[in-house]
C-alpha cells in the first residue's frame, strides 16, 4: 500500500485545526489514487481535484503567516468577500475538495470492511457506487452522474486495484487492507474536520453542477 503508507496525512491537534501547509503537502498526493482506478472517465474527478488544490494553494502562498489554518483562510474570505461567500475563492474550492476526498475515504473504508458483491466479489463497483451516492451523487446533475456510470462500468477489478495502490508490488490482500485501515485513521479524522469546520462556520451550499 506504498501509495498510501508513502503519503500519510498528519496527525491533527486537539484543537481539530487543519494546518494548512502539512495539508496541502499531503493532498498534494491524492490526485495519483484516481490512476489506481484505471479508467480514463476518473480522470475528471482527478481533474476537479487538482484545480481546486492549485486554487488553495495559490491563496495560501499569499500569506502563509495569515493563512496558518484552513479555517484562517476561510474566515478571511467571508470578511473579505462578504454576501458572495462562500461561493468564492479558496472557500470554494476547498467546499469541493471535501467531497472528492471524502469519496476517497468512504471507497478505501468499504473495502477495508469488507463490502462486496457477493456474485461477483473481485470487482469494487459496490464499494465506487457507495462512496459515489455518498459523497458525490446529491451535488452532480443527470448528465454528469451518466458520467460516473460510464466510469463504474470500466472500474479495474479488486485484485488489480490493491496491486495499483501498492505501486506494482505483488501484496498479499489482508496485508493491503491493513494498510489501508492505517491510512485511514489521520485521513479520516481530517476530512471530516474539514466538514466540521464548514458546519460551524455555515459555509456548505448544496448545488449541483
Request: one cysteine or more; glycine letters at 4%.
Amino acid at each position: 500500500m506504498a501509495l498510501l503508507l508513502d503519503n500519510q496525512f498528519p496527525e491533527l491537534p486537539p484543537d481539530k485545526s487543519v494546518d494548512t501547509k502539512l495539508f496541502l503537502e499531503a493532498v498534494s498526493h491524492i490526485p495519483l489514487f484516481f490512476d489506481c482506478l484505471g479508467s480514463k472517465v476518473f480522470s475528471i474527478i482527478k481533474s476537479d481535484i487538482n484545480g481546486n488544490i492549485t486554487k488553495i494553494k495559490a491563496v495560501y502562498v499569499q500569506d502563509p503567516a495569515k493563512y496558518v489554518t484552513l479555517q484562517h483562510i476561510l474566515e478571511a474570505e467571508r470578511e473579505a468577500h462578504g454576501a458572495e461567500w462562500p461561493k468564492v475563492g479558496a472557500t470554494l474550492a476547498l467546499m469541493w475538495l471535501k467531497r472528492g476526498l471524502r469519496f476517497i475515504q468512504i471507497l478505501l473504508q468499504s473495502l477495508a470492511d469488507g463490502d462486496r458483491d457477493e456474485n461477483n466479489p473481485n470487482l469494487i463497483r459496490v464499494n465506487i457506487t457507495k462512496a459515489y451516492e455518498q459523497a458525490l451523487k446529491k451535488y452532480h446533475g443527470w448528465i454528469v452522474q451518466k458520467i460516473f456510470n460510464a466510469a463504474l462500468l470500466a472500474a479495474p477489478y479488486r485484485s488489480n486495484f490493491l496491486k495499483a495502490l501498492s505501486k506494482g508490488e505483488e501484496v498479499k490482500e489482508e496485508d493491503c487492507l491493513a494498510n489501508v485501515h492505517q491510512f485511514l485513521l489521520n485521513y479520516t479524522a481530517t476530512v471530516d474536520a474539514i466538514y466540521e469546520m464548514f458546519t460551524n462556520l455555515n459555509a456548505e451550499l448544496d448545488y449541483t453542477v
